[in-house]
């Protein structure tokens, strides 16, 4: 117990060393070497996660269900951000959510300002800066820049109660410039 409340107090003042960074030359160095925010306690987290997974039960009429990945607020500003993995160079939005964040965005848009994205993303380290993503921001669906298509183009007799979007109508950026994007909106709303 008494190492278990060392390691806490030395994780709350960073009193534990950092990895040298001579290792990784070729590496951009993060801000942090640290994330910013840790799960402290795994076993509760996920605990947590059950006992909302056990609300709809058989039987019921409602199902599924989905989350916003990250929601920032900054005096009043909104950043929001939902994180879809790539299969076959494509990434699933089910419609409700999509269409539940076009009118999350457009009500928000209409007394303050909002930035949503959507994130494509393989299996990565997020830890990397130098990690490749892929974005588009809910402005782009709204014009047309991102095709709206319920159809796979490898299964095109079924229609699908999901949109695909594919890799190459998204922007390739970096885990760093993700940072970045949402830094100056957070300077923006200042």
Same mark, same amino acid.
């Given at each position: 117990?008494?190492?278990?409340?060392?390691?806490?107090?030395?994780?709350?003042?960073? =009193?534990?060393?950092?990895? &040298?960074?001579? %290792?990784?030359? &070729?590496?951009?160095?993060?801000?942090?070497?640290?994330? =910013?925010?840790?799960?402290?306690?795994?076993?509760?987290?996920?605990?947590?996660?059950?006992?909302?997974?056990?609300?709809?039960?058989?039987?019921?009429?409602?199902?599924?269900?989905?989350?916003?990945?990250? /929601?920032?607020?900054?005096?009043?500003?909104?950043?929001?951000?939902?994180? =879809?993995?790539?299969?076959?160079?494509?990434?699933?939005?089910?419609?409700?959510?999509?269409?539940?964040?076009?009118? /999350?965005?457009?009500?928000?848009?209409? %007394?303050?300002?909002?930035? /949503?994205?959507?994130?494509?993303?393989?299996?990565?380290?997020?830890?990397?800066?130098? %990690?490749?993503?892929?974005?588009?921001?809910?402005?782009?669906?709204?014009?047309?820049?991102?095709?709206?298509?319920?159809?796979?183009?490898?299964?095109? =007799?079924?229609?699908?109660?999901?949109?695909?979007?594919?890799?190459?109508?998204?922007?390739?950026?970096?885990?760093?410039? /993700?940072?970045?994007?949402?830094?100056?909106?957070?300077?923006?709303?200042?």
């Amino acid at each position: 117990m008494s190492n278990e409340t060392t390691d806490l107090i030395d994780n709350l003042y960073e =009193k534990e060393s950092f990895p &040298n960074q001579d %290792s990784n030359t &070729n590496q951009t160095v993060r801000k942090s070497p640290r994330a =910013k925010y840790q799960i402290f306690d795994e076993e509760e987290f996920t605990r947590g996660r059950e006992v909302l997974g056990e609300l709809i039960v058989h039987g019921m009429i409602a199902s599924g269900g989905t989350d916003i990945d990250w /929601l920032i607020e900054h005096n009043g500003g909104f950043i929001i951000l939902e994180f =879809k993995g790539f299969h076959n160079d494509k990434i699933n939005i089910p419609k409700g959510q999509m269409i539940a964040y076009e009118k /999350l965005h457009e009500k928000l848009n209409q %007394s303050t300002k909002c930035y /949503l994205y959507i994130v494509g993303c393989d299996d990565i380290e997020f830890s990397n800066p130098d %990690s490749m993503i892929w974005i588009f921001e809910m402005n782009q669906w709204k014009n047309g820049a991102i095709p709206k298509t319920t159809r796979d183009i490898y299964d095109e =007799k079924n229609s699908h109660n999901k949109y695909t979007v594919y890799r190459e109508y998204m922007e390739e950026i970096t885990v760093e410039k /993700l940072r970045e994007i949402i830094d100056s909106h957070w300077k923006e709303f200042e």
